[in-house]
């Protein structure tokens, strides 16, 4: 009695056929790139979402992420708005990017009108490549980790993180404290 290979469903036909178009398709962006996936180790349909995933960055648009929206995304100059004004526009404005998939990382350090000055003058007009994709997330980071280092140690680094930077610079971190401004921001779900 010898050892039958299982017949392929027509769902693995399928998969192949969407995994051969999809290299096609990615032929002219070809580098490095496509071989961090190691076929061999993850099913087809996996290796099918990781290069739609890449054909989908190199067709994406590179637009400021305040012309992601249907309408332009403008917002009042932080100085016209009074506190009260800025708290609801801030929130308005993380609701809408969430819309468009714009997670805000490591915002608990930056007041309210720290945070809409970053919106205002970092986030809306950086050109980011758009990728119409639902498990697509863009996640942009209201820090700097390396030039902010005592900011990112003293409220958002694990005792891990802490440990190994004390390790590696020799230096003492800064104390571990509460960040000033706790939000409970949208996140990917």
Do not use: G
Request: net charge negative; with cysteine.
């Amino acid at each position: 009695m010898h050892n039958a290979q299982p017949k392929p469903t027509s769902d693995d036909v399928d998969l192949l056929l969407r995994n051969a178009h999809l290299r096609d398709e990615l032929e002219p962006y070809l580098d490095e790139s496509v071989h961090l996936v190691d076929v061999r180790s993850v099913p087809t349909a996996v290796e099918n979402e990781f290069l739609e995933s890449m054909l989908a960055w190199e067709r994406a648009p590179s637009l400021p992420i305040s012309k992601w929206f249907e309408q332009e995304l403008v917002l009042p100059h932080p100085d016209s708005l009074d506190d009260k004004r800025l708290h609801k526009a801030l929130w308005d404005t993380i609701h809408q990017l969430y819309s468009q998939r714009i997670v805000l990382d490591f915002t608990d350090h930056l007041s309210d009108r720290e945070l809409y000055c970053v919106i205002f003058r970092d986030i809306l007009p950086a050109c980011e490549k758009k990728i119409d994709l639902p498990k697509n997330f863009l996640h942009w980071h209201c820090l700097d980790d390396d030039e902010d280092a005592d900011i990112w140690l003293r409220y958002y680094a694990t005792d891990h993180d802490r440990d190994a930077w004390a390790e590696e610079s020799n230096e003492e971190p800064p104390p571990a404290e509460r960040p000033p401004f706790p939000r409970k921001m949208p996140r990917r779900p």
